[in-house]
């Protein structure tokens, strides 16, 4: 069975945001098959219990599974952890742009919808996947370097950081990211 691959923006994102549209336009290029969910956003809209819900779908309908490739940015990498470890869902690989966990102190709005995010047996997700990529850089105005490189450590010694990278987003210049193709 050939991979499929999900892509999931962050807080207050889309998936006609960043580097998704991109990415995706590259994949299909490629005739493979492509999923950019639009994850509920906004104080009251977004939280783990609303984004899970919707990822559900893509689960019960088998389009998660063994040959998925799930590229996230910022917050989703965290929930896509939580995700597959409650879930029990292994998953051939995850590319992380930005993760972080249990991080406060971006602003009141973005660190309220965060928070059901996180949770605490991050390793747990190597149970899950045996293949992932982290990226980062050394300079994000949103997260501490340190905490993107803590999300890292916990699960994985392949890591990119980039320097002047900002938070890897189209603010920091990444409306197209030429270092995802080599993962599809």
């Known amino acids: 069975m050939e991979n499929n691959y ?41 939280n783990y219990d609303a984004w899970s819900k919707l990822l559900r779908v893509y689960a019960d309908s088998n389009i998660i599974n063994e040959n998925t490739v799930i590229f996230a940015h910022s917050i989703a ?13 292994r998953v051939k690989r995850l590319v992380f ?20 995010m996180y949770f605490e047996n991050l390793e747990e997700v190597k149970k899950y996947c045996d293949d992932i990529i982290c990226m980062y850089s050394d300079n994000d105005p949103y997260v501490r370097y340190e905490s993107e490189k803590e999300f890292a450590d916990t699960i994985t010694e392949n890591q990119i950081i980039f320097s002047g990278g900002g938070h890897l987003n189209s603010e920091s210049g990444y409306t197209e990211f030429k270092e995802l193709l080599k993962y599809i």
């Open 77 to 89: 990498p965290i929930f896509i952890c939580k995700f597959l470890v409650q879930n029990k869902i």
């Open 6 to 46: 999900l892509l999931v923006h962050g807080s207050f994102g889309n998936p006609f945001s960043n580097w998704i549209p991109y990415l995706r336009s590259e994949i299909e290029n490629k005739n493979l098959t492509v999923y950019t969910p639009d994850f509920p956003t906004g104080v009251r809209f977004q």
């Open 97 to 116: 742009v930005c993760g972080f966990n249990n991080y406060f102190g971006i602003n009141e709005e973005y660190d309220t919808v965060n928070r059901s």
